[in-house]
């Protein structure tokens, strides 16, 4: 029984098809045996004939190609001086080229391919926008209070031991701050807040609280002069409830 192929290799362009050849003959991209290359070229558009598949015309032009770069290479060459003039009369300098372009631009899908995949395996949220105003008094911007938290998270501790979290809510850290405000004759630091577990968890939750404090006027944030510590007053008057115990 004759012997039959069960599969070709599709390529995409005969450039594709030309660097398979190369690289599976080891070839110096350089320094191509045209001869070679031509032959095994033209070896796989009959293996297409064969099982009567379509040929795409730019195959069959560059097998043209080939063939011409060929016959220019069997032709006597006049000896030259020097190299350079010797690689301007090189046949297989423009079809160098090309190749040389195409491995680039195959090499470049090949990175975004790659770059592509490990996108994937990621999903992002649209930034969130948050419309919050607080009206602060004169003189003290939301960029103090902002260096404030700063301050007070660097000097925080990690939240690194092995214990049952206690959950603080932001509900439960104004009770603190107001608490500790009727305990302290109604003034006290920022850094005074942290009095369940010092931690950074805490810390969030304390700064929140604060903010939520002003916006309901339940409380006054003053500063005497930049840098100095930022001191929370009770307000007893002209504050809104919103029905906590505050």
Do not use: C
């Not at 070839?27 to 598949?53: A, C, G, V």
């Not at 090309?98 to 680039?104: I, S, V």
């Not at 103090?144 to 700063?150: E, K």
């Not at 950074?200 to 404090?213: D, G, K, Q, Y």
């Amino acid at each position: 029984m004759a012997a039959y192929k069960i599969k070709l290799e599709a390529f995409e362009g005969p450039l594709e098809l030309l660097m398979h050849l190369i690289e599976k003959n080891k070839i110096d991209i350089y320094d191509i045996p045209i001869s070679l290359i031509t032959e095994q070229y033209i070896e796989y558009l009959n293996q297409l004939q064969e099982f009567n598949m379509d040929i795409a015309s730019e195959f069959l032009v560059m097998a043209a190609n080939l063939l011409q770069i060929k016959s220019r290479m069997l032709l006597p060459r006049q000896p030259r001086v020097t190299m350079e003039e010797e690689d301007e009369e090189d046949p297989r300098r423009e079809l160098v080229d090309r190749l040389l372009e195409y491995r680039r631009f195959k090499q470049a899908a090949q990175y975004l391919e790659k770059i592509k995949w490990e996108r994937e395996k990621y999903f992002v949220r649209l930034p969130q926008h948050f419309d919050i105003q607080y009206v602060l008094p004169q003189g003290l911007s939301i960029d103090r209070l902002i260096a404030a938290l700063v301050t007070v998270w660097e000097s925080a501790r990690d939240d690194f031991a092995v214990v049952d979290r206690e959950e603080i809510s932001v509900q439960n850290k104004m009770q603190d701050i107001v608490m500790l405000l009727h305990r302290y004759d109604g003034k006290i630091d920022f850094e005074q807040t942290l009095i369940r577990q010092g931690t950074r968890s805490e810390l969030i939750v304390a700064f929140l609280a604060l903010l939520e404090l002003i916006r309901i006027k339940r409380v006054i944030v003053h500063q005497s002069r930049g840098f100095e510590p930022i001191q929370i007053i009770l307000n007893h008057e002209g504050y809104s409830s919103t029905g906590g115990d505050f």
